[in-house]
């Protein structure tokens, strides 16, 4: 009893494991990484180029790559990374322009604000301060502010 259980296990285990390997190709789901941005890449791109040249550094230092060998190769990842690294700054242009449209807006919307004359009603009458909308005390010196009904 125990010896056919056992067996009914571990086929239903091997089914488990043999069936992904054996479906249809329309079947299988190909699974992305989660970041796939072109920026993304790029950095992914650039990490494994670095990580290369700490690699090939290791080796030289360690014997196993004779001189010229390790200065082709140096030069060969230099140039890469330096080619992913423009790509990269190429690629966030279009993002830094939207920054600064967004920091031009900011701008522009604090300038009108600016020219916008506050009420009187919440200006302190004791420092003259003239405090953001609604306040019950004055944010420079701490006075109480009465609100004064408009006209």
Do not use: W
């Amino acid at each position: 009893m125990v010896l056919l259980g056992a067996v009914l296990i571990s086929v239903a285990l091997a089914v488990f494991v043999v069936a992904p390997l054996l479906a249809a190709d329309g079947a299988r789901q190909q699974v992305l990484p989660i970041d796939v941005t072109p920026l993304a890449d790029l950095k992914r791109r650039r990490l494994v180029v670095y990580e290369n040249l700490q690699d090939l550094e290791f080796e030289y230092k360690a014997g196993k790559i004779a001189r010229q060998d390790y200065d082709s190769l140096r030069q060969n990842y230099t140039a890469e990374a330096a080619q992913l690294m423009l790509a990269s700054q190429e690629a966030e242009k279009p993002a830094l322009s939207g920054h600064a449209f967004i920091e031009r807006e900011v701008l522009a919307r604090r300038a009108r604000r600016r020219a916008a004359a506050p009420p009187d009603e919440y200006t302190c009458p004791k420092c003259g301060f003239e405090n953001p909308l609604p306040v019950k005390f004055c944010g420079d010196c701490g006075a109480a502010i009465v609100a004064r009904k408009r006209k």
